[in-house]
T-cell receptor, first 113, second 121 residues
Framework: AQSVTQPDIHITVSEGASLELRCNYS??????LFWYVQSPGQGLQLLLKYFSGDTLVQGIKGFEAEFKRSQSSFNLRKPSVHWSDAAEYFCAVVAGTASKLTFGTGTRLQVTL | GAVVSQHPSWVICKSGTSVKIECRSLDFQATTMFWYRQFPKQSLMLMATSNEGSKATYEQGVEKDKFLINHASLTLSTLTVTSAHPEDSSFYICSAIWASGRGRGAKNIQYFGAGTRLSVL
């Protein structure tokens, strides 16, 4: 069965600093990979997705992620964090045709001014 | 992106009553929707898969008689928490599948509602 690991439970960065959130997956074939963001008390918003092709994908709000098959990783990056980026970030994988998402445990991002 | 509307956003009810939560895909048709439950500071737990025109598929450990799911149209799925008790208090989130393509080549994306906070007194 597929699984997703987000090693960092909580990350704090200063506004304007760069950000990298880690995500590792376990799946035998090429998975479909997603990053979602959740603000407190809200649903999940899709930041970006990877299905195939270019391994560097661009998303909304200035985020990007790179799929590295050799490392089974799909890390999320942003060159300069804004205070409004403070939220919970979830990495997710879809394996097979059932379209079910398997989520990581999430990374809570705190941004200091 | 596609828009999913979830209503109500917050509901308080007395123990023993039933509560219905609606999930609508506003600008696309969704043959498949999902219902999740989220506990504080935790990830999402999939409760069930809602398929238009057929019975929902429940995940192991989820009481189907407690959480009734109806997917009567291509744009609406409902979750009814029956005879709610305080332990049912939680954040419930739905999602709808936006399908790009068909069959094995389909690239399905889940779009989420804003969630419903249920408090059972």
């Amino acid at each position: 069965a597929q699984s997703v690991t987000q090693p960092d439970i909580h990350i704090t960065v200063s506004e304007g600093a760069s950000l990298e959130l880690r995500c590792n997956y376990s799946y035998g074939a090429t998975p479909y990979l997603f990053w979602y963001v959740q603000s407190p008390g809200q649903g999940l918003q899709l930041l970006l997705k990877y299905f195939s092709g270019d391994t560097l994908v661009q998303g909304i709000k200035g985020f990007e992620a790179e799929f590295k098959r050799s490392q089974s990783s799909f890390n999320l990056r942003k060159p300069s964090v804004h205070w409004s980026d403070a939220a919970e970030y979830f990495c997710a994988v879809v394996a097979g045709t059932a379209s079910k998402l398997t989520f990581g445990t999430g990374t809570r991002l705190q941004v200091t001014l | 992106g596609a828009v999913v509307s979830q209503h109500p956003s917050w509901v308080i009810c007395k123990s023993g009553t039933s509560v219905k939560i609606e999930c609508r895909s506003l600008d696309f048709q969704a043959t498949t929707m999902f219902w999740y439950r989220q506990f504080p500071k935790q990830s999402l737990m999939l409760m069930a898969t809602s398929n238009e025109g057929s019975k929902a598929t429940y995940e192991q450990g989820v009481e189907k008689d407690k959480f009734l799911i109806n997917h009567a149209s291509l744009t609406l799925s409902t979750l009814t928490v029956t005879s709610a008790h305080p332990e049912d208090s939680s954040f419930y989130i739905c999602s709808a599948i936006w399908a790009s393509g068909r069959g094995r080549g389909a690239k399905n994306i889940q779009y989420f509602g804003a969630g419903t906070r249920l408090s059972v007194l």
